[in-house]
């Protein structure tokens, strides 16, 4: 039997949505931990096949209020030493790029919504990305960017926000976007967080209507995304 996926959670509303649709699937069991919670990681990686790094609302740098930013940090690292495939989506991604080394500073423009990325030559050739194009249209919601860790890619990039995905060593991903959500979650978001962004003028009606307008396609693009990851990881299982 294939080992587990472990998938990390750090607010209520914000879960594997489409990730879990897509790997019921697969040989790959799901493993979800709600640090919010107060789920407890694992104390190794010898029984996780890959881990997926869920978004929320908070940052890496506030781990006196979250204490459990503290123990992932460790967890990534030592799963990015021992080669252990990972997707780290928004909070996710600048974990990840914090376990490496990088800085992860507000951004110069907060983004929540639609929004345009494009791959770089080395993201057209990473296998993450194969068979999409070379514009990708992705949802956002963070403050947030990560500067790319000293020897990782940068894959994807906009014109807003410089650093959108990266890669270091074998197959430890982070993407600053959303790739796992649905209209419902949107939606969810929409209404929940609307009170925290009270100062941001944005469009959470034309958000909604464009999630559901863009429903079919996003999900495509997205399972090509689950599809290459787990491409990935059964590749580094039969590597390793």
């Given at each position: 039997?294939?080992?587990?996926i ?15 649709y897509?790997?019921?699937?697969t ?12 789920d407890?990681l ?9 881990i ?6 908070m940052n ?8 459990f930013l ?26 990840l ?11 110069r ?8 990325v494009s791959l770089?030559?080395?993201?057209e ?5 194969a ?9 956002q919601?963070?403050?947030d ?5 000293n020897?990782?890619?940068?894959l ?6 410089p ?10 991903y ?14 969810e978001?929409l209404?929940?967080?609307t ?16 999630a ?13 995304i ?7 990881i059964?590749?580094?299982a039969?590597?390793?």
């Amino acid at each position: 039997m294939a080992g587990e996926i472990l998938v990390i959670k750090h607010a209520e509303i914000e879960g594997p949505g489409s990730i879990e649709y897509f790997f019921r699937n697969t040989n790959w069991p799901l493993r979800t931990v709600n640090l919010a919670a107060g789920d407890i990681l694992p104390e190794g990686v010898e029984d996780v096949e890959a881990i997926i790094s869920l978004g929320g609302p908070m940052n890496v740098y506030e781990e006196a209020d979250h204490p459990f930013l503290r123990e992932e940090d460790r967890f990534l690292k030592n799963a990015v030493g021992k080669e252990i495939p990972i997707l780290g989506i928004c909070l996710g991604a600048q974990l990840l790029a914090k376990a490496c080394g990088a800085k992860v500073n507000r951004a110069r423009e907060k983004e929540i919504g639609w929004y345009k990325v494009s791959l770089t030559d080395k993201g057209e050739a990473d296998p993450l990305f194969a068979t999409l194009p070379k514009e990708l249209d992705v949802f956002q919601w963070h403050e947030d960017s990560f500067d790319i860790p000293n020897g990782a890619a940068r894959l994807t990039e906009s014109r807003s926000c410089p650093n959108q995905a990266f890669k270091v060593g074998k197959n430890a991903y982070g993407l600053q976007f959303h790739v796992e959500v649905t209209p419902e979650m949107i939606e969810e978001w929409l209404r929940e967080y609307t009170v925290e962004e009270a100062g941001l003028r944005f469009d959470a009606k034309g958000i909604l209507i464009d999630a559901y307008k863009k429903k079919e396609t996003f999900q495509r693009q997205s399972d090509i995304i689950y599809l290459n990851f787990a491409r990935i990881i059964k590749k580094e299982a039969a590597d390793g």
